[in-house]
């Protein structure tokens, strides 16, 4: 007599996909906000964060800092935002390049690493997070989105793997980064 196995509960499959769960939430917070510039701009932002912190986990070898380093960058993007004095894009943009020439210095770069990857992927989506300040509005729009997709399979490649970042931020930053793609296509 074969045994049946125990029917799921709905909230224990919430609980063990707590990082989509997470992204779901917050994509739905902030819906609407891709549909002006200043959305667009902040989103920007957003990738370029989500790459530095690859960068820094990477460089620091530390998976268990995913979650706080994270947190910590939305909140010098919310802080310099609410401040502004200067742009968060700036701030990102100027911390990528401390940790890439850290990189360079201490020969993290030149080996076979996982940062050498990362330092790649943070000059490929650092140079379309930032291609929103110099072209057309709508063509920035596009870029960055395709900036947001690229990245989410990026994650996605990273959860598979379950390297470099821990293996929920991988899985929460890709469902995130795909539907952020999306609002910013469909212009949601």
């Known amino acids: 007599m074969a045994s ?3 029917a799921r509960r709905p909230w224990t499959v919430v609980l063990q996909r707590w990082p989509t769960a997470l992204a779901l939430g917050m994509t ?3 819906f609407g906000g891709s549909q002006s510039e200043e959305g667009v701009a902040a989103l920007a932002e957003a990738l370029l964060l989500l790459q530095l912190g690859y960068l820094v986990i990477a460089k620091l070898r530390r998976r268990q800092a995913s979650w706080p380093l994270i947190a910590a960058g939305f909140g010098l993007i919310i802080a310099l935002r609410v401040l502004e004095v200067i742009a968060p894009a700036a701030v990102l943009s100027g911390l990528a390049l401390v940790v890439l020439v850290w990189g360079a210095v201490d020969g993290q770069l030149q080996r076979p690493d996982p940062f050498r990857v ?7 989506f ?3 997070s930032l291609a929103w300040l110099v072209v057309d509005p709508d063509v920035g729009r596009y870029l960055v989105a395709a900036g947001f997709f690229l990245h989410g399979v ?3 490649a990273y959860f598979k793997l379950d390297r470099v970042v821990a293996r929920s931020h991988a899985e929460w930053c890709g469902v995130l980064d795909v539907i952020i793609a999306a609002e910013l296509v469909l212009k949601l």
């Open 4 to 6: 049946r196995a125990p």
């Open 28 to 30: 739905a917070a902030t």
């Open 118 to 124: 990362q330092a790649l992927g943070m000059l490929g």
């Open 126 to 128: 650092g140079a379309l």
């Open 154 to 156: 990026w994650d996605f």
